[in-house]
C-alpha cells in the first residue's frame, strides 16, 4: 500500500499558476502509474494527468494539455504538477492517486491508493 500526501493547492486568480506536490511512502512506486485527478462540487472525479513512474510517459485531459505538466521526482519520490493559465473551471479538490496495474490510467477505479486532496480555487 502506498500512502500519498498532497499539498500546494490554495486561491488564485484566472491566468495564474500553482504547483500541486504529492510525496508518497510505503513501498517502491516502480511499474506504477501515478495520477491527478480532480472533483468539483456537484461533479463526478475527473482524470486530469498520469506518468509512469518507469519511463516517465505522460498523458493528460483534453481540458489541461498544454496548460499542465505532471512530473516525476524518483529520489524523493513525489509526483508534480504545474498548473499553469489557470481558469475558474480548474476549480476542483485535486487528488494525487497510485495504480499499480499499468493500465487504464484515465480510470479512477483501477487506482488503488488515494491522497486526501487539496483544494484549488481560481477566482475570475
Known amino acids: 500500500q502506498v500512502q500519498l500526501v498532497e499539498s500546494g493547492g490554495g486561491l488564485v486568480q484566472a491566468g495564474g499558476s500553482l504547483r500541486l506536490s504529492c510525496v508518497a511512502s510505503?513501498?517502491?512506486?516502480?511499474?506504477?502509474?501515478m495520477g491527478w485527478f480532480r472533483q468539483a462540487p456537484g461533479k463526478e472525479r475527473e482524470f486530469v494527468a498520469a506518468i509512469w513512474w518507469n519511463g516517465g510517459a505522460t498523458y493528460y485531459a483534453d481540458s489541461v494539455k498544454g496548460r499542465f505538466t505532471i512530473a516525476r521526482d524518483n529520489a524523493k519520490n513525489s509526483v508534480y504538477l504545474q498548473m499553469n493559465s489557470l481558469k475558474p473551471e480548474d476549480t476542483a479538490v485535486y487528488y494525487c492517486?497510485?495504480?499499480?496495474?499499468?493500465?487504464?490510467?484515465?480510470?479512477?477505479?483501477?487506482?488503488?491508493?488515494w491522497g486526501r486532496g487539496t483544494q484549488v480555487t481560481v477566482s475570475s
Open positions: 492517486a497510485a495504480n499499480p496495474s499499468g493500465i487504464y490510467y484515465y480510470t479512477p477505479g483501477y487506482y488503488r491508493d
Open positions: 510505503g513501498r517502491t512506486l516502480s511499474g506504477y502509474v
